[in-house]
């Protein structure tokens, strides 16, 4: 068996090819995840060029796809990061082959990776299990949120009547979907923008290739297997809430969440997931994926979750001029002095979230100056 590994412009590759990838998509088992579709990353080549397709054969069989961020130095990162939830190589059923194996096959030098699929397989800095939090709609939405108040009974009391009341003091609670005409997705954008800066972190939506990425996705079909979806709460005709997601087929995940902070004492996320869980079991969604289990208040809507890896991997066969860097620096996140350590972690995390988003050295140069400032203030 001969095995042939290329890396190739995700802009360069046809329809014909696309299609291939989607095939062997479906073949993957715990592939289902929207951030996993082709169409994903199809969306994220039209306005980031660094975007690339690791792919492997056997023989003339395709048997892993990769999208792929790829750097000048050949570090890469999810296509789409810091905004691809899920994350991870498509490997056919039968493959020996790893995500570590894949980068350094692929010429590559590493690859920071968050909510993997599956693991490295191989040599990793850094590795850690992570849980996402699911609802299973395949017995309804009623049976569904019948069982999550039998099991929550005072949290779903108290959002009842919470409901109630924003009904009372501002008029009829309602969940619409919002098409691309709608000015909602700008005013949610601008919600969680006041929101970042208020919790002193990285405005991830800043960069111009964020936002056409998500108003792109915004007028894709839905009547396509692949779609963006943004809901809207409002109360008596009132912007209260709104969620925008991804869905591929039966699966829809919540991806940019946000509501008005004058709404806050309602609980508006908490009454915006009540009403949209039967709003979107009717549309024939089956698993709604409320992402990272970090938030507590997600687990009220759980009734599943699904574990992944974030691990950042090196390639074997080769080096980098940050290599001893990097290694120096794992050594201390995982065997150094308590506070040293969570300090250097919550930084390594921040820079890579910098350095996915900011596709111009002005912009990982500001960000990180400002990250630095937040983790050692002056004086």
């Known amino acids: ?52 397709i690791g792919l ?25 990061a810091p905004f691809a939830d899920w994350n991870g190589p498509l490997i056919a059923p039968g493959s020996t082959l790893t995500p570590a194996r894949l980068i350094d096959a692929l010429g590559l030098a590493g690859h920071t990776g968050s909510n993997m699929t599956c693991r490295p397989g191989g040599p990793a800095l850094h590795e850690e299990a992570t849980r996402s939090l699911v609802t299973d709609l395949s017995a309804g939405a009623r049976a569904t949120l019948d069982g999550l108040a039998r099991h929550h009974p005072r949290h779903f009391k108290k ?18 979907r919002a098409g691309p005409e709608s000015e909602a997705l700008g005013r949610l954008l601008d919600i969680k923008r ?48 709104a969620e925008f997601n991804l869905r591929s087929g039966p699966v829809m995940h919540g991806w940019l969440a ?22 979107i079991a009717a549309r024939g969604v089956v ?8 938030h ?8 599943g979750e699904r574990t992944g890896v974030s691990a950042t991997l090196f390639a074997e066969s080769r080096r980098t001029a940050f290599q001893p860097v990097r290694h120096t620096l794992h050594r201390l996140e995982h065997a150094g002095p308590g506070v040293l350590a969570r300090l250097i972690g919550r930084t390594r995390r921040r820079l890579d979230q910098i350095c996915a ?4 050295l002005r912009g990982r140069t500001r960000g990180t100056l400002s990250a630095l400032r937040r983790f050692f203030p002056a004086g």
């Open 258 to 279: 946000g509501y008005e902070p004058r709404f806050a004492a309602y609980s508006p996320g908490h009454l915006l997931v009540m009403h949209l869980l039967p709003e």
């Open 287 to 294: 698993e709604y994926d409320a992402g990272t289990a970090e």
């Open 194 to 241: 006041a929101q970042l800066v208020r919790s002193g972190l990285h405005d991830v939506l800043s960069p111009a290739w964020v936002r056409a990425l998500l108003e792109s996705l915004h007028q894709t079909r839905t009547g396509s297997d692949f779609c963006a979806e943004l809901f809207v709460l409002e109360a008596g005709g009132e912007f209260v809430a």
């Open 159 to 176: 959002l009842r009547r919470l409901g109630r009341k924003l009904a009372a003091d501002y008029g009829p609670v309602t969940l619409t």
């Open 56 to 80: 492997a054969f056997e023989d003339e069989t395709l048997v892993a796809a990769w999208p792929l961020q790829v750097a000048r130095d050949g570090w890469t990162r999810p296509a789409g």
């Open 357 to 360: 988003a900011e596709t111009s």
């Open 1 to 52: 068996m001969r095995e042939t590994f290329q890396l190739v412009e995700a802009a360069a590759l046809s329809e014909r090819d696309w299609q291939s990838l989607a095939r062997l998509r479906a073949a993957c088992p715990g592939c289902e995840s929207p951030f996993l579709d082709p169409g994903f990353a199809r969306a994220v080549a039209q306005v980031r060029p660094d975007t690339f």
């Open 296 to 303: 507590g208040y997600k687990d009220y809507f759980a009734n």
